[in-house]
């Protein structure tokens, strides 16, 4: 099992900045991607962002809505992946949750979600 824990969420007014970070404990062995999705209220969840990696580097994927805003990126040493959120809009605002798994579409573990509200 790997357990996620989300920290970083919050209130900020759009054109703000926020961090997310997940940090993995347990058999983080076991799981080749990183990443983050995102639930609105009334809406299905969404992809954002992943990253996922191998012996010889890793690659980041984002969705079409963040790209140039968001970037993920990992602390391998500490077993965290982060989401710099810049030019938040108030259609951001969703829980955004992180999971891990054996590759980026194959996500088997999930955290217990973070909320990221932006004012407009």
């Known amino acids: 099992q790997v357990q996620l824990v989300e920290s970083g969420g919050g209130l900020v007014q759009a054109g703000g900045s926020l961090r997310l970070s997940c940090a993995a404990s347990g058999r983080t062995g076991s799981t080749s991607a990183m990443g983050w999705f995102r639930q609105a209220p009334g809406k299905e969840r969404e992809f954002v962002a992943v990253i996922s990696w191998t012996w010889s580097g890793s690659n980041r994927y984002y969705a079409d809505f963040v790209k140039g805003r968001f970037t993920i990126s990992r602390d391998n040493a500490k077993n965290t992946v982060y989401l710099q959120m810049n030019a938040l809009k108030p259609e951001d605002t969703a829980v955004y949750y992180c999971?891990?798994?054996?590759?980026?579409?194959?996500?088997?573990?999930w955290g217990q979600g973070t909320q990221v509200t932006v004012s407009s």
């Open positions: 999971a891990a798994g054996s590759s980026r579409l194959k996500m088997d573990y």
